[in-house]
Every structure is written in C-alpha cells, then in structure tokens.
C-alpha cells in the first residue's frame, strides 16, 4: 500500500487550487503521518474542499456588524481591575475593559506602558550580563542614587551626598554625576567634588538666589538624568524558559532598538502609537491585534481572530492608527447623516449645510434614518431588468 | 398604495433670503398671536396659512386635513441683518481668508488656478484630501496681510464669542456689525469659495447672515390644549414672539431716530434672541428661560443627544404590532417556538390576502370576530377600506363577502413567525425568529436551552415580540433569523445554544454508569422524547431487564456519529486522558453509539465548542441540530423528573473530622500571618523587589490566607460524596464551582476591596471591635466561617463590602462597555462582504482583500479554523488507534 509523497502531492493538487495555504499546509501534514488507499485519499481531499466551499462567508455579510457585536458583547463580561503582570509581582499591568477601550480610542501613550526585551546570544545566559544591558536602559536619576542633599544657606551652596552602594547597583561613577551637573545652567560652573570624598559634591548657587528659589532648584536637580533611556522607569531581569529578559515600567522603542545588546526583532512594547511611530503602519495593525487578542484571551472569553483582524484594519485602513470613535474613523465618515446620528449632531448638521455637501446614502445609519433598506445582507443585491429583453416575441 | 420612490441622495445647504420669500405663505407682521376670541391673528404666528392644528379642518392654504398637509412656511423681515449662531466659525473663516476692500481670496490668481486644478482632480477620487487641500489654502490665505489683487492693506479680525466680531484697524478695535460683514461676504467671488471649500450654489456665505428668518408652520410648533381649556404654547412659538417683538422694537427705534446706542442694543437683543432659538445650548450665551424657570427646548436642543431626533427617532423608531411581557420557562416547546398568551395574539395581527385556498379558513377567522381566538381584526376590500371587525353586527355578511384581493388582518396564530428579543441587544441572537405557538397563561413562554443567547433568566425578565408584516420579512425570518440558524455563534465558532442547569445535571445521571433502567422507564423516557423505532437488547437480561442510560441516549444519536474527548468531570482525582478511563470521564461515541463516558457540560453544555452539540449540528445541519435537541433535552428532564434531583444542607456540611482539618489549617494560617507581622515589626521581612515593606507583607499574608481557603477547600471537597448532590453540579458544570462549595462548606476567606485587605473604616482599624494598630487576619476583613457554619455580626460587615464592591463594578462596566461597543458598531456598521470575498465600505474602497485571511465564516468554522481536518479523515478512515 503506501502512497508515495509525490503521489500524495499529485492527489492534493485540486485541494492546492481551492484551499488557502495555511489549511493546506495542515492537511498535507496530517496526511503524511497516515497509510491510506487511494480511495480513502481522494475521499479525503473531496470532503475538504466541499467543506472548505461550504465555510465561506456569504456576500452580504454584515461583518462589520458581527465584528463589533463580537467585541463588544463579551466587554460586560470583563473586569475593570488592573492586575499583576503575570510572573512579576513588582509591575501592574491595565488588563479588561479599561485596556481594550484604551486600546479602541487609540492613545499615544498606554495607562501602564510596558517593554519586554529579549536580549542578543551575547547577554541573554547570563544573569549579570543582562543586568548590564539593564543599566544601559534604566533611567537613572540624580535622586536615585543620593544618599541625602543638604543646602547650605550660609554659603548659599547644596551639598550632595552620593550612596556609593546605589551607584554600584545602578553602574554610575562620580564623573558621570558632576558632568550630568554641569549641563544644568544655573550651576554649571559651579561643581566641585569634595578632595577627601569622592562621594561628597558642592554645588555653587547663584547668589541671588532666595530660599524658595533654591528649594526648586533642588527639585529640578534631583530630577536630571544620569544614564539610560528617558520614559523607562524600571527594568526588572527575568528569567523566561533558558534566557533572561528585561521587563521595564514605561516605554521608549526607539531608543531601546539602539541599545547594545538587544535583540532588535524580540522587542515588544505594549504601545501601539510607538510601534506605529518606529516600525510602521502594519506593525502596528499587527501590534493591535495581538494586543486585542490578549486581552480579551486572558480575560477567559473566546472571540475569533476575524474580528479583532477587522477593527484593527479599519483602524489602521488609511496609513496611520485612527480612534474608533468621534474623532477617528466614525468622524471621519463622508456620510452627514451617518456622523450626525452618532455624536455632536447639530455641529456636523451645520458644517455639512454650510459646505453644501451631499449625502450619497450609500451606508447603513442613513438608510436606516431616512427609513430605506440597508444596504447589506439581502439588500446588497439588486436586480437589473432590460425591457428590451422582457418583451415577448 | 403611494408610489414607491427611492431617495438616492440628501443636499445640505444654507437658504437663501430669496428662497425664504419664495416658499414664504405669508410675512409675520405682528407680534401678537390671537384676538379676544381666541382666534389666530392674520399675518400672526398662528396664522391659519401656516397649516391646520385641529383635526376635521381644511388648510387654507392646500386644502388638505390634517393628515395630509405638511404645513407652510412663512418669513420675517429682519429690521436689522444678524449672524446664525451656527455658522460663526464659517462666517470668521472667509472673512479672514478674503479681502476686506476687494473680496477676492487672498491667493495670488496664478496660484488660484494651480490650486483649483488640483481640486477638481482630488475631489473625484479622494474627497477626504480634498478636504485637506481646502484646508490648507484656507490657512495659507488668512495669513495673507496684503491683498495680492488689490494690493490693500488687511487687518486681524477677533471673534468674540458668541457671534461679534471686532476688527483691530488702525484706528483701533473697531466692531464689524452684522451689516458690514454681510457686505464683505457678498463680494466673494464663487470660484474663489470652491477653493476654500464652500459650495456657493448651496451656500453663499451672505446666507449666514440671517435677513429674512423663515417661520417654520405649526405643525412643527403645535399648541396644546390644557383641561383648564388654556392654550399653551410650544417654546418655540415663545422664542418666536420674542423675535417678532425685539423686532418690532428694533425698526421702531430706527424709523423714530433713536440715538445709536439704543438701536445697538436692540439689535444685540435681536441677536441674542435669533441665537438661542437656534440653539439654547450655545457657550457663552445665557439660556432663554420659561416663565418657570426651565430653560426652553427650541432646534437645535430637539435633534441634540439620546432622546434627540436623531437618536431618538430616526435612528431608532417606535413600531406597532409588537408585544412585551413577562418571559417564562417551557421545557415542551421546542427550540425555535415562543409560546404567545392568548390575550397578546388577540391584539397582534398578520395581514393575510384572500386567495381561492385559503378563503374558508379567513373566513373562519372572520366568523370568530375580534374577540374569539384565532379571528381577525379587520378586514381590507380591495378599495382599501378598512372595516373595523369590533363594530360589525353581521359578521356572517362580512365572510360571505371575502373574495380573492381583502386582505384580512387574521389573529396571530400557531405557525406564525415573529420576532423574539431581549434588551440589551449586545448580539445578533439578542433577536431571533421564533415560531408561535399559542398559549393560556399571561406570559411568553421560552425554551430554556435559548437562554444564554439571549442572557434571560426567569426573575422577572421582560422580552419583546414584533410580528412581520410583510411577505419577504417572514420568508427572511424564517430563512435567517429562526432560532436554529443562530444555534452556532459568529463570535467564537460554536454553539451559543446548549444545556444549562438541569439538562446537564440529567445528562450526567442518565448517562453515568450505575443507572440502569427498567422498561417502564425506557418506554417513557423515549416515548418522551418522541422515538419512534425499536428498543435495542438490553443490556441486563437475568434477574431483570434492565437498560443502561447510555443505550437510551445512543439511539437519539446519528448512526454514523463519531466523538472522542474528554468530560467536563474529567479534572482532578478523575482525570482522564485517554479511552482507558476507569472514572467514565471519557466519552467515546462510534457509530452513534455512546460506548463509555458521561455526558456533562463539555458535549452539551451552551458555549461549549468542539462538543457533541457543535459536531451534531455543524455536520447534520442546523435543522438536526434543532431537533437533536428538542428531544434529547426532553429525555434528560424527563429522566430527573424521575429520578429526582435536589439538594440538602447536608450535602454541605463537612463532616467533623473535616471541620477539624480545617480548623488546624485556619490556625497554621493565623500563625503564619503572626510570624510574618513579627517579622516586619523586626524589620527582617525581605521586601519583595520595587514594594515597600508595607506592601510585601500585605502580599505575602494575602497569600498566605488564600493558599488557607483553597487548602480548606480541598479538604471540603476530598470528604464529599462523589454522589453528593451539591458535588454533581459544580462538577458536570450544571451550577455552580468549586469555589462556591468551599465557601458554604469550609470557609469564605479573606474578603477584599480594591484588591487588598480591607483597610477602611476609622483610622488605623477597620471596626472598633479590633485595638488600633491590628493588622491580623480578623480585623482585616478574614472570615473563617463557612456559610453553613454562619457568619459572626463581623465577618457579615466584611463580607457585604466586599460583594458591595462587586456591585459598584458591575454597574459602572454595563456604562462603560456599553459606550465601547457603541462606537465599534458606529465605526464597522458599514462594512460587508462583497461577491469576490473582498470586505469593503459602502465606497466600494477595500478593507480587507480576503476576509478574515481565509474567506471563512466564523460561524460556520470549528472553534476558528476553517475545517476540522482530523475530523474529515476520522470521518473516512475511521477512529484508528
């Protein structure tokens, strides 16, 4: 018995034509791994491809429709809770319903923005290494690593007091302090670092300074950076199967991808404006999809990738991220009707009379409103009669 | 029957003066509205060419009733010219993008050409940079100081909100009144508007300036009568006399001479009282306010919001011949029948036409009247008068006279199609078809399998029923909207439709292996469920016949049906991963032969995909499906009904050596939390990295106390009996989980608000029951009572805030969620498959080239592929090991 692959391949050549290649794919590996006669092989391949026909969607499907709907209904089901990133007990993560409407309206910058870094064959065994890489993408400011700052009113001077234990953690050297000093204008020539303590720095205020001024001052100077990446809060070592990864508080794609040491095709950020900004339009439809999946996923409740599919299409359907709403894609409408019935009625009325615009009728909120068919399902086809013809002979 | 036309397009634009005077029945003259008698004034704002108010009256000016006339418009005359609120923004914009001395855009003519080119050729392919284009050379011309066609110097013009303008000449600011701006507006030239984006035959920007005010007819203002006999008036007929008022002031004064600043004045006050009937809404501008108090509704607050026009009424409309009451459960009907009480199907009609086959029956219906079952309410001759069956004397006369071409408005009765549905409406299967079956009683009466698609229960849910009422809406009814074609739902790729509750709890004892069954029972439980054929050897022949649950169940099955998988028991101590299952947590059907395994939740429970349901009906057909159902839910609930199934204290209350066990528990948890907070007193907890201290110990004792209550439960759950009511439940998936039985029978456990310990309450302790400062398990809200044992007065304040906390949840997602989807289904409503597959927008621009990657329905798909291949090959070669 035995069907030879070539055969095989020969036989499941009208499933090729007819089916898409990942279906195709799949049945071709399961019927490696199986004997089968002939007969049973061309039976096999008939019931796939008439099931295959008897799956497809029917024209006229309302599937944007289906798709909301399929969104939406599970959303009541959902929590409104920020929850533990799964495995870190140190990050929150937004996950529910709060992130999915985040994730709809499309904002620049997420509730909880969060990185996952994979690191390069170089770092990623090894504990210390990986914590190297996560010194370079820390932020790491002047306030993390003083042990205290006293202002000196006499001298009008503050004096710093580095915690030499934190400089090693976070990897920063005294130079690095001062220098990080000295780009602030106010006081920049007017470091110096204490002869006996290496840890122990002076800072010069401009005389004409008051208390209240120097007090902010301070404020500021705590707050200037040292090293590492701006936005990035935090980075934690994880170990995930065989590697290490870094997850941070707050994220920053661009400067990461420049980081040593990263592996640049393993980043995730869990912001889609930032993946749309650095790695284009399809990434980020591909970013919401994952991200819409997720959390619906985690949340227990099944909804299939079709839909998610389509929102993020329409979402990104004009070259950049657009909200679902009033000021994306429902704005945005050619329809007046259409824009008026959802939100700010009587501005679209206005606009639309002063631009003297026509509505075409062509979508389903008008039709619905001027209380005609709409024009999907059975309504999408219409039928055309040449009289000429009708007439009998 | 009107002609039927079809609207294929909507013009927005501004009315010109001219147009107004035009359409214009008559010129409102006077301020006052009726005489001494009561009697409209002429040339007044209940002026009777307006159109008719009272039924029985003929209009004056189209002679219709009523009914017909659609009112007339009259106008006013402006004394003085004023802005429309609405149109500020376009007013300010071509006033900043023109010349003020010449008119022209401020563009040079070469560049206008250039631009205009550009536009012609955008607007045909892609209107919405067309938009963009006009915006931009809008903004380029408003920066413009110096006229390039005239060559005169231009000024910054201020809008000072609402609707005055000020122009910072050199002499100074200096107010441009509604005059002036009219005059700058009426030299642009209609090319250059295009440019900006303005259509000039539709909307001259002068038009914005509002000279004559049409006076919309009564119809759309009408007076109602009060039982004092007072008429009151619509506020918009208050808003108008204002007008007409402030008018008549404003022309005095200037006929008279008065001095500038009273005239200026007036005209303000004319302005004020044009924008709020407008809009009453508008910021910056003081509601016009009834005598009462309430600020008034006029045009704009009427198509604004939720209950506006446009939500309110073109959106969504209210229909006839529909029905809501009370829903209740109906294990006899079938899946796709809603029983109807008798009382609604009295009210609810279908209009059938009279053909020579179906004239006895109307007839029939003709005979019972308006007041026995199935009759008719009315009937239509073909003329299309309608005779009132409630006041014929001679019925008889009327079913003698039906002839082919009446159209009879028969009661609803049995095999009718209506609509069934239950608010929310978050899916699709929130409205489905159904099939009437009339009933006694007052309620509407479902199977209680089509529950979870509509997400109805029985503690007094209401559900709306609407009957179609023309030919292809049933056809489509039926064909689409019958409950049977929804039993697959598009969301995920699996049966919506299901057991729930009893039938899985039924399924589970008939199928178990212990039940054997005598031939009494067999014949009724098939006889129940409408079998018709033989009864198969029994499986027990000596000391008695007996029959096993599983060949009952086996003969409802498709003789060729094949299933493997593991049961919704098969967790834990059951657990079952393959044919050699000892706990029956295997189900294997061949050949439509149920050989071993329990049916449970997982092969027939709603919402369960890639089960015995979701095989059945996506391989049978959905018409199977429906029946496959109807009668083997029947045999489940007949087969409890017989068996009885119920449920005691006893089967959660913990034996005593159980109690012990978690007694200890709860004391080595205790302790441990001591140990901890020492510890933290002592300052050797290790933190846990990026907490403070405070919040690793409050981790660590939250863990601590949940690993108590899941230790307990386990505990609970090892002593009960296997056939502990209570048990089977929560493990076929009937009702109920784990958790739940743990919380009657062991203990409720830490309770939380916002995820933590409770913390709330007086300063530094939740309850003065506690010292200050307590941070152990009792004072923060930990109840180790079950809910057999009761609850302390304590534990039942921790316990209500933390289920208080679920329910402020609740109500604060249905808002939230409810908003979310709204805007989903306002930005995809549009889309659609077209014949090549495609998913487009109704501008035929394609958004998706193959839907959903593969062109599949989700559906029609198993659990989100498109086939099941394992299946199809299992369904050829056989189950081969």
New interface residues.
């Given amino acids: 018995m035995g069907i030879s692959e070539s055969e095989l391949l020969e036989m499941l050549e009208p499933a090729k034509q007819v089916l ?1 290649p ?2 195709f794919d ?2 071709l590996e ?2 490696k791994g ?1 004997t ?1 006669t002939k007969d ?1 092989l061309s ?2 391949v008939e ?2 491809i008439n ?2 026909l ?23 089901q ?4 920020t929850f533990h990133y799964a495995g870190v ?3 929150n993560v937004t996950l529910g ?1 709060p992130r ?2 985040e994730l ?1 309206d499309a904002r620049k910058l997420p509730e909880t923005p969060i990185m996952v870094i994979y690191l390069d064959e170089e770092h990623r065994y090894d504990r210390d290494k990986a914590l190297e890489v996560a010194r370079r993408i820390e932020a790491t400011r002047l306030e993390n690593v003083i042990a205290k700052v006293d202002i000196d009113l006499v001298s009008s001077s503050m004096v710093i007091d580095l915690d030499p234990e934190m400089m090693i953690d976070k990897g920063v050297e005294t130079d690095d302090v001062v220098k990080a000093l000295s780009k602030v204008k106010a006081v920049s020539q007017n470091v110096s670092v204490d002869e006996n303590d290496s840890n122990r720095i002076y800072v010069q205020v401009p005389p004409n300074y008051d208390f209240m001024k120097i007090q902010k001052l301070r404020d500021r100077i705590l707050k200037i950076k040292l090293k590492g990446i701006k936005g990035i809060n ?1 980075v ?1 070592v994880q170990r995930r199967g065989n590697e290490y990864v870094l997850i941070t508080d707050g994220t920053n794609l661009e400067a990461v991808l420049k980081v040593d040491g990263v592996d640049v095709r393993r980043v995730f950020t869990n912001s889609v404006y930032e993946v749309e900004n650095v790695l284009g339009i399809e990434a980020a439809r591909q970013a919401l999809v994952n991200e819409i999946h997720n959390v619906l996923e985690e949340q227990g409740l ?6 998610v ?3 993020a ?2 979402m990104t ?2 070259g950049s991220v657009k909200q ?2 009033r000021h ?3 704005g ?3 329809s ?3 824009r ?3 939100e700010v ?2 501005k679209h ?17 008008e039709n ?3 209380g ?1 068919l709409v ?4 309504n ?1 086809v219409n039928l055309a009669m040449n009289p000429t013809l009708a007439r009998p002979k | 029957m009107s002609e039927e036309k ?9 009315l010109s003066p001219e147009i107004i005077r035009k359409v214009s029945v008559t010129a409102v003259v006077t301020a006052d509205v009726y005489d001494e008698d009561g009697l409209p004034f002429e040339g007044g704002i209940m002026d009777p060419r307006l159109g008719v108010i009272e039924p029985g009256q003929k209009c004056v000016t189209c002679g219709n009733s009523i009914i017909a006339c659609p009112g007339h418009f009259g106008h006013l005359e402006l004394a003085k010219p004023v802005i429309h609120a ?2 500020v923004k ?1 007013i300010y914009d071509v006033l900043r993008a023109t010349c003020r001395h010449c008119g022209r855009l401020k563009i040079s003519d070469d560049e206008l050409s250039k631009y205009l080119d550009l536009l012609k050729r955008l607007e045909v392919r892609w ?2 940079l067309a938009r963009g284009l006009t915006d931009y050379v809008r903004r380029k011309a408003m920066k413009v100081m110096e006229c390039p066609h005239c060559g005169s110097r231009q000024f910054k013009i201020k809008l000072e909100k609402p609707t005055s303008f000020i122009e910072e000449g050199l002499e100074g600011p200096r107010r441009l009144w509604p005059t002036d701006i009219r005059a700058r507006l009426e030299m642009v030239v209609d090319r250059d508007l295009r440019l900006i ?7 001259r920007p002068e038009w ?1 300036v509002i000279t004559v005010l049409p006076i919309p007819p009564i119809s759309v203002r009408p007076s109602i009568l009060l039982e004092t006999g007072i008429r009151s008036e619509d506020d918009l007929t208050h808003k108008l006399v204002d007008i007409i008022r402030t008018n008549d002031r404003l022309r005095e004064s200037i006929n008279a001479g008065a001095p500038e600043v009273i005239v200026e004045d007036l005209w303000d006050l004319l302005q004020y009282h044009v924008t709020t009937y407008f ?1 009453n809404e508008v910021p910056g501008v003081p509601p016009a306010k009834h005598r009462s108090g309430r600020a008034l509704r006029t045009l ?1 607050q009427r ?3 939720k209950e ?1 026009r ?2 309110g009424n ?2 969504g409309k209210r229909v006839d011949f529909s029905a809501r009451t009370v829903v209740s459960p109906d294990p006899n009907l079938s899946i796709n029948e809603v029983g109807v009480p008798e009382e609604v199907a009295k009210v609810l009609t279908v209009p059938e036409r009279v053909t020579r086959w179906n004239i006895d029956e109307l007839r029939m219906h003709v005979l019972n009247g308006p007041y026995r079952h199935p009759g008719a309410n009315y009937v239509i001759d073909p003329a299309g008068r309608r005779i009132d069956l409630r006041y014929i004397k001679d019925l008889k006369a009327v079913a003698e006279n039906l002839k082919p071409g009446y159209i009879v408005e028969r009661h609803l009765k049995n095999g009718d199609v209506v609509l069934f549905n239950r608010q929310p409406s ?3 299967m929130s409205i489905m078809a159904h099939i009437v079956k009339v009933l006694p009683g007052r309620t509407f009466r479902l199977h209680l399998a089509v529950c979870p698609p509509y997400n109805a229960d029985f503690d007094g849910d209401e559900m709306n029923l609407h009957v179609p009422q023309s030919e292809e809406a049933r056809a ?1 009814a039926r064909v ?1 909207l019958l409950v049977q074609e929804h039993i697959l739902s ?5 049966p919506i439709i299901g057991g729930i509750q009893d039938y899985i709890s039924g399924a589970y004892l008939l199928s178990s292996k212990t039940t054997l069954l005598t031939k009494e029972q067999v014949s009724d439980l098939l006889a129940g469920s409408g079998y018709e054929g033989p009864i198969p050897e029994p499986a027990i022949l000596s000391p008695k016949v007996l029959w096993s649950g599983k060949q009952i169940i086996s003969l409802l099955l498709p003789a060729d049906f094949n299933l493997r998988g593991k049961a919704n028991i098969s967790a834990g101590p059951l657990r079952c991963e393959d044919y050699e299952c000892f706990w029956d947590s295997y189900v294997v059907v061949k050949m439509g032969k149920l050989l071993m395994g329990v049916l449970d939740k997982k092969t027939l429970g709603s ?1 369960q ?1 890639e089960s015995l349901l979701h095989w059945i009906t996506k391989e049978y057909g959905n018409n199977f499906g429906r029946k496959f159902m109807d009668n083997i839910f029947k045999m489940f609930l007949r087969f409890i009904e017989m068996r009885g199934f119920t449920m005691t204290l006893s089967d959660v209350a913990p034996p005593s050596k159980a109690v012990e066990e978690i007694n200890n528990i709860v004391e080595e948890a205790k302790k441990r939390v001591f140990e901890l907070i020492e510890q933290y007193r002592e300052g050797k907890l290790e933190p ?4 403070t201290l405070e919040e690793s110990l409050e ?1 660590r004792i939250m863990e601590v106390l949940a690993d108590a209550r899941d230790n307990a439960g386990e505990i609970a759950t090892q002593y009960l009996d296997p056939f502990n009511n209570v048990f089977i439940m929560a493990r076929t998936g009937a009702r109920g989980n784990i958790l739940n039985i743990t919380q009657m029978a062991a203990m409720l456990g830490q309770q939380s608000v ?2 933590e310990r409770i913390r709330r309450g007086y300063d530094v302790r939740t309850l003065p029951h506690f010292k200050p400062g307590d941070i152990g398990p009792e004072a923060r809200g930990f109840v180790k009572n079950s809910f057999v044992n009761g609850l302390t007065p304590i534990e039942v304040f921790f316990h209500a805030a933390g289920g208080r906390e679920g329910l402020v ?1 609740t109500a ?3 808002s ?3 908003y ?2 709204r ?13 090549d ?1 495609t ?1 487009r927008t ?2 035929n ?1 394609v ?2 080239f ?9 559906s ?2 198993s ?5 099941n ?2 299946r ?2 299992e ?3 056989g189950w081969r090991l």
């Fill in positions: 898409p990942k279906i799949e049945l399961k019927l199986l089968l049973e039976k096999i019931l796939t099931e295959y008897n799956v497809l969607v029917e024209p006229g499907e309302p599937i944007g429709t289906v798709a909301a709907q399929s969104v939406g209904e599970p959303g009541t959902m929590t409104l809770r007990r140190e990050l319903l999915l409407i709809v935090r934690i099944d909804v299939d990738m079709r839909h599919m389509l929102i299409d329409m359907l004009t679902i709403g994306g894609i429902a945005e409408k050619t007046v009707l259409a008026a019935s959802f009625t009587v009325l206005f606009d639309a009379s002063a631009r003297g615009e026509l509505d075409e009728l062509k979508g389903v909120a619905v409103i001027i005609q024009p999907v399902g059975t999408l | 079809i609207i294929k397009g909507i013009k927005f634009g501004v609405g149109f376009h209107p919405l984006g303005y259509n000039p035959e539709l909307a914005m809009d704009a198509l604004r919001g506006g446009f939500r073109l959106s978050l899916h699709r489509e689409l598009p969301r995920y790729g699996g919402q995909s846990i990295p990026g907490r981790i916002r995820g949840d604060v997602r249905t939230q969620s409810g979310m989807q805007r989903l289904i306002n930005a995809l409503q549009d889309l659609r498959i077209d014949y597959l998913v109704p501008n621009s958004v998706q193959l839907y959903g990657d593969d062109g599949v329905d989700p029609k798909s659990y989100g592929s498109a086939i291949i394992d199809i090959i369904r050829v070669i």
